[in-house]
């Protein structure tokens, strides 16, 4: 079945730093690729995604590359702020109207 | 772009009560619906799909006659948590999906059954 394996957390960054979370899968095909965003006490938002090979997420200074070689979607951000403290989830669908799959999420708290 | 809105956001039931969460579609009609259930520090599971007008379809190890799930219109989905018991605490949540495109998350309802 398919898979996300992610870095595990929690990752602690001061304030401008360089931000990457790890991000691996497994699965048949040509997965959609995504990256979502859990706030304290809030729901997932859709951070950024990529539905094919070489594609490029990005939004709010986030980005990741579908890398179907290394089976990677790894996230980065050149400078994170206080504000980005959140935990990030790396995850895939094979396809529109299907399940999704996350990986356990990786805690980022960024310090002033 | 679709709205998931989630009800309620955080209920406190006792043991051996049912609680129903509520989860609407307000932009658009969605066939199917996905419940998932995070487990405290642990990632998100699938726990069932939920068809319009039809049986929802269970994960394995999913007790369909404790989580009963009703999609009764194209923009109403239902979870009852039947007969609540501390390991039901937990945080569950809903999503539909728009245009095949992007999968949208409503708010999440933090359960706690003490």
């Known amino acids: 079945g398919n898979s996300v394996t992610q870095m595990e957390g929690p990752v602690t960054l001061s304030e401008e730093a360089f931000l990457t979370i790890n991000c691996t899968y497994t699965?048949?095909?040509?997965?959609?690729l995504f990256w979502y965003v859990q706030y304290p006490g809030e729901g997932l938002q859709l951070l950024l995604k990529?539905?094919?090979?070489?594609d490029k997420g990005s939004n709010k200074g986030f980005e990741a590359t579908y890398r179907k070689e290394t089976t990677s979607f790894h996230l980065e951000k050149g400078s994170v702020q206080v504000s980005d403290s959140a935990v990030y989830f790396c995850?895939?669908?094979?396809?529109?109207?299907?399940?999704?799959?996350f990986g356990t999420g990786t805690k980022l708290q960024v310090i002033p | 772009g679709a709205v998931v809105s989630q009800h309620p956001s955080r209920v406190i039931c006792k043991s051996g009560t049912s609680v129903k969460i509520e989860c609407r579609s307000l932009?658009?009609?969605?066939?199917?619906m996905f419940w998932y259930r995070q487990f405290p520090k642990q990632s998100l599971m699938l726990m069932a799909t939920?068809?319009?007008?039809?049986?929802?379809?269970?994960e394995q190890g999913v007790e369909k006659d404790k989580f009963l799930i009703n999609h009764a219109s194209l923009t109403l989905s239902t979870l009852t948590v039947t007969s609540a018991h501390p390991e039901d605490s937990s945080f569950y949540i809903c999503?539909?999906?728009?245009?095949?495109?992007?999968?949208?998350f409503g708010q999440g309802t933090r359960l706690t059954v003490v």
């Open positions: 995850a895939l669908t094979p396809g529109g109207y299907q399940k999704v799959t």
């Open positions: 999503s539909v999906w728009a245009s095949g495109n992007e999968a949208f």
């Open positions: 699965a048949t095909g040509y997965p959609s």
């Open positions: 990529a539905t094919k090979a070489d």
């Open positions: 932009d658009f009609q969605a066939t199917t």
């Open positions: 939920s068809n319009e007008g039809s049986k929802a379809t269970y």
